[in-house]
């Protein structure tokens, strides 16, 4: 079983920037594919970012070309670069560890307890 923990949340102003942080208590290299996802009040969660082992990002529509995921599994460590920051990006920031486009793909589902992100008009 593997924990993870968001960190770097936080508030900020429209067009500012920000880096979420996900450590992993144990090993990410096996798993295949590794993610990011926002839940923001009254919504549904969605898919924000996601990254393979072998390189491959996929990113929701609304944040393409904002938003960089990245992966370093020597140091269990997968982030989120966020820039030009909107409103509408508010929400609560969820790592997970397993799911490629929000399918669980292998063996393991694994989540953190999420960071928020609040973006002030």
């Known amino acids: 079983q593997v924990q993870l923990v968001e960190s770097g949340g936080g508030l900020v102003q429209v067009g500012g920037s920000l880096r979420l942080s996900c450590v992993a208590s144990g090993s990410i290299a096996s798993i295949h594919a590794v993610g990011w996802y926002r839940q923001a009040p009254g919504k549904q969660r969605e898919l924000v970012a996601g990254i393979t082992n072998g390189g491959s990002t996929n990113y929701a529509r609304s944040v393409k070309g904002r938003f960089t995921i990245s992966r370093d599994n020597a140091k269990n460590l997968v982030s989120l670069q966020m820039n030009s920051l909107k409103p509408e990006d508010t929400a609560v920031y969820y790592c997970?560890?397993?799911?490629?486009?929000?399918?669980?793909?292998?063996?393991?589902?694994?989540w953190g307890q999420g960071t928020q992100v609040t973006v002030s008009a």
């Open positions: 997970n560890a397993g799911r490629w486009r929000d399918t669980v793909l292998g063996t393991v589902d694994y």
